[in-house]
T-cell receptor, first 110, second 114 residues
């Protein structure tokens, strides 16, 4: 079945770049997403990428997609303490089912 | 109010209680979803409604009963729950079923079953 995997934890210093990685197994994925969850809150959509793209940039966020290796990454430039949260990778095929990873907890140290 | 609103934010219930979770959206979306978020596990899709019709019942125990009276409101009725049902229950909506541009999530209801 479909599976999305992420590392559990990442710690970076404020001002550095953060790179959160994700791998997925479903080759029929058409859209891939990054969501952010702050403590006590729901999931906030950060960005998404269509499977025929290999890069998307949106201000401090850069998404890289390697479709051959089924690898997705999210780079946050100039990471701030407000970026501390859990980041979820998700993939969707042509249906409505969003398949999520378990989330990566990002800790930004001052 | 805009976005997806869930009430209550926190709920503690005994195993013999009956309670309901409520979700409301004023985004004009036609599809609504219930997800369960347990510690250290991926989000699990529970139920999906499109234009008030249920399109997914993802092997969820019958002690969870969804209701969608109109496209703006979604309920999750709970009865005789188990302690392992304790989790964060998230509601989401999308403009159409399976919208490619992402789903909008509420802040969730933190449920504790004692």
């Amino acid at each position: 079945g479909e599976d999305v995997e992420q590392s559990l934890f990442l710690s970076v210093r404020e001002g550095d770049s953060s790179v959160i990685n994700c791998t997925y197994t479903d080759s029929s994925s058409t859209y891939l997403y990054w969501y952010k969850q702050e403590p006590g809150a729901g999931l906030q959509l950060l960005t998404y990428i269509f499977s025929n793209m290999d890069m998307k940039q949106d201000q401090r966020l850069t998404v890289l997609l390697n479709k051959k290796d089924k690898h997705l990454s999210l780079r946050i430039a100039d990471t701030q303490t407000g970026d501390s949260a859990i980041y979820f990778c998700a993939e969707k095929d042509s249906s409505y089912k969003l398949i999520f990873g378990s989330g990566t907890r990002l800790l930004v140290r001052p | 109010e805009t976005g997806v609103t869930q009430t209550p934010r926190h709920l503690v219930m005994g195993m013999t209680n009956k309670k309901s979770l409520k979700c409301e959206q004023h985004l004009g979306h036609n599809a609504m979803y219930w997800y369960k978020q347990s510690a250290k596990k991926p989000l699990e899709l529970m139920f999906v409604y499109s234009l008030e019709e249920r399109v997914e019942n993802n092997s969820v125990p019958s002690r969870f009963s969804p209701e969608c009276p109109n496209s703006s409101h979604l309920f999750l009725h709970l009865h005789t729950l188990q302690p392992e049902d304790s989790a964060l229950y998230l509601c989401a909506s999308s403009q159409v079923l399976g919208n490619n541009y992402g789903y909008t999530f509420g802040s969730g209801t933190r449920l504790t079953v004692v």
